[in-house]
Antibody, heavy 119, light 110 residues
């Protein structure tokens, strides 16, 4: 059974860097894209970006200048860094697995990490 | 842009429900596939994949859920709504970058 477990700081001040990690338990790490998605009341679900096991990334242009997604295949983990956060980055952040052969098929999700940005 | 209708759908138990997802552009990929999926978010539960590539039911998803459509217009149908189906349903496209989601449709019991 595949499980995605995520963690990271939940309260940040403006201009700080959001850092989250997602660990994958069970299943292969290769053959998938690993994504970060966030959900806020004002903007619904928003795709942040993705990475594969080789480290190839794709980012949402709206966040690209502030986002870095990286992977540690030895630990079966991938991480999200979002710098210069503002209140607009307040959201629940999810990690998710996407099938390589069926793009958009986000078949496993983390439990979500609420992140609040406030001074 | 993906536009879902309705945004709220009160349904009687045992009755069908239908959710529309309309894209502002064709979702047919250059490889011939259409990468349109449906997700379910129930209160207190992880987000769940229901349907991928328009009409493929994911493993373990009951057959009362079905997806259809082509090009820019897609539909998720629940043939007989059960209490367990209460939640918010999202369409998501992965034909183009960035991936985008519909606004969500809340299914509730009348």
């Amino acid at each position: 059974q595949v499980q995605l477990q995520q963690w990271g700081a939940g309260l940040l001040k403006p201009s700080e860097t959001l850092s989250l990690i997602c660990a994958v338990y069970g299943g292969s790490f290769s053959g998938y894209y690993w994504s970060w998605i966030r959900q806020s009341p004002g903007k619904g679900l928003e795709w942040i970006g993705e990475i594969d096991h080789r480290g190839r990334t794709n980012y949402n242009p709206s966040l690209k200048s502030r986002v870095t997604i990286s992977v540690d295949t030895s630990k079966k983990q991938f991480s999200l860094n979002l710098n210069s956060v503002t209140a607009a980055d307040t959201a629940i952040y999810y990690c998710a697995r996407e099938l390589l052969v069926a793009r958009g098929a986000f078949d496993y999700w983390g439990q979500g990490t609420p992140v609040t940005v406030s001074s | 842009v993906l536009t879902q209708t309705p945004l709220s759908s009160p349904v009687t138990l045992g009755q069908p429900a239908s959710i529309s997802c309309r894209s502002s552009q064709s979702l047919v990929h250059s490889d011939g596939n259409t990468y349109l999926s449906w997700l379910q978010q129930r209160p207190g539960q992880p987000i769940r994949l229901l349907i991928y590539k328009i009409s493929n039911r994911f493993s373990g998803v009951p057959d009362r859920f079905s997806g259809s459509g082509a090009g820019t217009d897609f539909t998720l149908k629940i043939s007989r709504v059960e209490a367990d189906d209460v939640g918010v349903y999202y369409c998501v496209q992965a034909t183009q970058f960035p991936r985008t989601f519909g606004q969500g449709t809340k299914v509730e019991i009348k």
